[in-house]
Nanobody, 127 residues
Framework: QVQLVESGGGLVQAGASLRLSCAAS????????MGWFRQAPGKEREFVAA????????LYADSVKGRFTISRDNAKNTMYLQMNSLKPEDTAVYYC????????????????????WGQGTQVTVSS
């Protein structure tokens, strides 16, 4: 069992930056592939970014590519999402997710691929 807790959300103006954190506890964090998803009101949860447990491979949604950076520190059991040049359309609740995997390079971009989810953190970008 893995417990995930997101933090770092808030209200910012367009063009600003935020860094989200996802702290994990319970099992060996380094054996889990991780991901960020987001869900805006009235919309389905969508993929944002993913990182393999070795951190050698990352994957981004086209909508955030070049603006967001996913990273992880296995020694601190924490994953991050650096969000730059934020836009109003980035407004959503952001969730982190984890999946146990033997592969050090696999990344996953579907919600059904993940076993564990955090409770979410709100990001609001005003125009």
């Amino acid at each position: 069992q893995v417990q995930l807790v997101e933090s770092g959300g808030g209200l910012v103006q367009a063009g600003a930056s935020l860094r989200l954190s996802c702290a994990a506890s319970g099992r060996t964090f380094s054996s889990y592939a991780m991901g960020w998803f987001r869900q805006a009101p009235g919309k389905e949860r969508e993929f944002v970014a993913a990182i393999s447990w070795s951190a050698v491979r990352t994957l981004y949604a086209d909508s955030v590519k070049g603006r967001f950076t996913i990273s992880r520190d296995n020694a601190k059991n924490t994953m991050y999402l650096q969000m730059n040049s934020l836009k109003p359309e980035d407004t959503a609740v952001y969730y982190c997710a984890a999946r146990n995997t033997y592969s050090s390079v696999s990344v996953y971009y579907t919600t059904s691929s993940y076993e564990y989810w955090g409770q979410g953190t709100q990001v609001t970008v005003s125009s």
